[in-house]
């Protein structure tokens, strides 16, 4: 199994809060990814990252923001959470891109009340 | 537009079943990948295959198949001789150059005893 973390794996916070969700990985894949999963809807990106402080938007990217400061962390940040926001966001590493497998993390669940 | 069908939302089966989950999928590029994922009750997703748009040989693990189709747009995954521990949900997924990995909306599949 890829070694991938997330932390936390459960929060629960309250509109207009800051909320950090960090990625771990210990495979040095140059690739890295959030997701978030609701019902109705998969799995939809919100922001990448193709190398350390290379990052870019994905499908779904307003009220979030990301940093890689290095090559194993990826931090997905909601700036001031939304109800709209509670969600299973999961992190997902690859090696080489788009023509690569992405391997993902155990999920976090995030609610915002 | 890339897009992933997954027209079946629920299936249920009894143990020892056959059952196939269809996936068609939409795209303009000549080069892609196919994915299949497996998210069982505890949340993680499991990769289990990937197929480039060159290889379309079928591909069997153990009890479980994968038949490519290009002149029909499908990439279709059969269980044989279903286990209760295969209920998940499956998803059906496609990448191609410039474009993130699109998440078909999944099959909910339940194997009773």
């Known amino acids: 199994d890829a070694g991938i973390t997330q932390s936390p794996r459960h929060k629960v916070t309250e509109t207009g809060t800051p909320v950090t969700l960090r990625c771990h990985q210990t495979?040095?894949?140059?690739?890295m990814y959030w997701y978030r999963q609701d019902p109705g809807h998969g799995l939809r990106l919100i922001h990448y990252s193709y190398g350390v402080k290379d990052t870019d938007k994905g499908e779904v990217s307003d009220g979030y923001s990301v940093s890689r400061s290095k090559t194993e962390d990826f931090l997905l940040t909601l700036e001031s959470a939304t109800s709209s926001q509670t969600s299973v966001y999961f992190c997902a590493i690859s090696g080489l891109g788009w023509a690569d497998t992405q391997y993902f993390g155990p999920g976090t669940r995030l609610t915002v009340l | 537009a890339q897009k992933v069908t997954q027209a079946q939302t629920e299936i249920s089966v009894v143990e020892k079943e056959d059952v196939t989950l269809d996936c068609v999928y939409e795209t303009r590029d000549t080069t892609y990948y196919l994915f299949w994922y497996k998210q069982p009750p505890s949340g993680e997703l499991v990769f289990l295959i990937r197929?480039?748009?060159?290889?379309?040989q079928n591909e069997i693990s153990g009890r479980y198949s994968w038949n490519f189709q290009k002149s029909t747009s499908s990439f279709n995954f059969t269980i044989t001789a279903s286990q209760v521990v295969d209920s998940a949900v499956y998803f059906c997924?496609?990448?191609?150059?410039?474009?993130?990995?699109?998440f078909g909306k999944g099959t909910t599949l339940s194997v009773s005893s």
């Open positions: 495979e040095n894949h140059r690739y």
């Open positions: 997924a496609l990448s191609q150059a410039g474009t993130a990995l699109i």
């Open positions: 197929r480039n748009s060159f290889d379309e």
